[in-house]
């Protein structure tokens, strides 16, 4: 299974990384997978992804939660809650 | 519908213009701007710098006009979004809404408006005197987009 | 407060920047925008003549938007009317209202517009294949109008 | 007592007149007394004043009703339901 992973805004900023493709040993089922998988990677990564943080979350550029599922191939991006307009 | 998304300032009148281009059956449109404001949160305010995730804005702001499409009779809608470098008085956002009715034209505008400022990825950087600082989103933002559900 | 009633045809763009002219704190416009339509009633309309009460129309205006003052916060608003003879596709009116909060700048718009509508000394007669006729009053507006003494 | 009455629109056209000066014999102390003046001419005066009809009332610019009191050089407008905007 591969993802692409896009951060935005702040989180961008608090991860140092703005996209990364990730190719898990094990397939993840959906999104509440891939932020265990995330914040398995400790430090800041736990920090900015723990559940009591806001952070949003879209799976091909549709707004998702931790219940959607993941497919091979799929785009998520976290980002802060957003503040346009 | 029209979405646009561009770094460009635009032209209120030329907008509205457009809108209406070829539509003489139109008698009403409610329009919002949003503009940069030179405080926020007690701070003065020497610029904004707005990010998004270009592959999802134009498509969750289609999918905002159509959800509004669904609620009431609208004639046509102009939604543009800047992104960039901005500064204090600058334009950010137009959402304009013609509509037969008065009443569907203010509400499909402020509905589109409420769901942008809470479903449209974009981010807004502030310059300050203290620093750079990302805007915090506002509570009352997310009740304004909640109260639609009620009705 | 700027409340105009005049023959001439305004410019959006024009109006919206005196409005906010030496105001950066501005951060949000509602505005709506009446427009002659080339159909009425199921008869085409070539043209429309608009009467008022010159001695009466800027004080019941003025009036209106004291109300809106009121009952929300405010930073600036502009009215404009125009009378004599217009065009279908012509512009009617401009409401523009600022406020710091989108949903009192919305708010404060609907309301001058529907008290516009049945306080207002303004009266419609249009040009139709048929003759001249006066346009009617219509509940619609009278019901938009009180449905703000609920609240 | 005088009063300058003023007609528009419709009623104006109706009733042939857009302005006169009123000096009635006797004090019209409210609206409703100058309406049953107007009335009591008859014909095209009694029917488009008549209390069935949906017209409106301003008595110097402000916006009134039947129980308005009136005073001497008061500027009394009636006009149909307005159509503005």
Same mark, same amino acid.
Not at chain 1, 41 to 65: E, H, I, K, T
């Given at each position: 299974?591969?993802?692409?992973?896009?951060?935005?805004?702040?989180?961008?900023?608090?991860?140092?990384?703005?996209?990364?493709?990730?190719?898990?040993?094990?397939? =993840?089922?959906?999104?509440?997978?891939?932020?265990?998988?995330?914040?398995?990677?400790?430090?800041?990564?736990?920090?900015? =992804?723990?559940?009591?943080?806001?952070?949003?979350?879209?799976?091909?550029?549709?707004?998702?939660?931790?219940?959607?599922?993941?497919?091979?191939?799929?785009?998520?991006? =976290?980002?802060?809650?957003?503040?346009?307009? | 519908?029209?979405?646009?998304?561009?770094?460009?300032? &635009?032209?209120?009148?030329? @907008?509205?213009?457009?809108?209406?281009?070829?539509?003489?059956?139109?008698?009403? !449109? $409610?329009? &919002?701007?949003?503009?940069?404001?030179?405080?926020?949160?007690? @701070?003065?305010? $020497?610029?904004?710098?707005?990010?998004?995730?270009?592959?999802?804005?134009? #498509?969750?702001?289609? $999918? !905002?006009?159509?959800?509004? #499409?669904?609620? *009431? #009779? !609208?004639?046509?809608?102009?939604? !543009?979004?800047?992104?960039?470098?901005?500064?204090?008085?600058?334009?950010?956002?137009?959402?304009?809404?013609?509509?037969?009715?008065?009443?569907?034209?203010?509400?499909?505008?402020? &509905?589109?408006?409420?769901?942008?400022?809470?479903?449209?990825? &974009? *981010?807004?950087?502030?310059?300050?005197?203290?620093?750079?600082? *990302?805007?915090? $989103?506002?509570?009352?933002?997310?009740?304004?987009?909640?109260? *639609?559900? #009620?009705?």
């Amino acid at each position: 299974m591969a993802l692409t992973v896009l951060y935005f805004a702040r989180l961008r900023e608090t991860l140092g990384v703005a996209r990364e493709e990730i190719a898990p040993a094990h397939d =993840l089922s959906s999104v509440a997978g891939l932020l265990d998988h995330l914040r398995s990677r400790g430090g800041a990564w736990q920090a900015a =992804l723990a559940p009591s943080q806001p952070f949003r979350v879209a799976v091909n550029q549709d707004m998702a939660d931790a219940l959607t599922a993941l497919r091979d191939g799929d785009e998520v991006a =976290l980002f802060p809650p957003v503040t346009g307009g | 519908m029209t979405v646009r998304v561009q770094e460009a300032d &635009f032209d209120l009148s030329s @907008e509205i213009a457009a809108l209406r281009q070829g539509r003489p059956d139109i008698g009403a !449109i $409610a329009a &919002f701007i949003g503009l940069v404001r030179d405080m926020n949160a007690g @701070e003065a305010v $020497a610029g904004l710098t707005l990010e998004h995730y270009p592959a999802m804005t134009q #498509k969750a702001l289609e $999918a !905002i006009v159509a959800q509004a #499409k669904q609620q *009431w #009779k !609208i004639d046509a809608v102009r939604v !543009i979004h800047r992104v960039g470098r901005l500064r204090p008085s600058d334009q950010i956002v137009l959402v304009a809404v013609a509509s037969s009715h008065r009443g569907e034209a203010f509400q499909a505008c402020e &509905f589109i408006m409420d769901y942008l400022k809470t479903q449209a990825p &974009f *981010w807004k950087q502030e310059q300050t005197p203290a620093g750079t600082r *990302w805007v915090e $989103a506002r509570a009352s933002d997310t009740l304004a987009a909640e109260r *639609w559900k #009620k009705t």
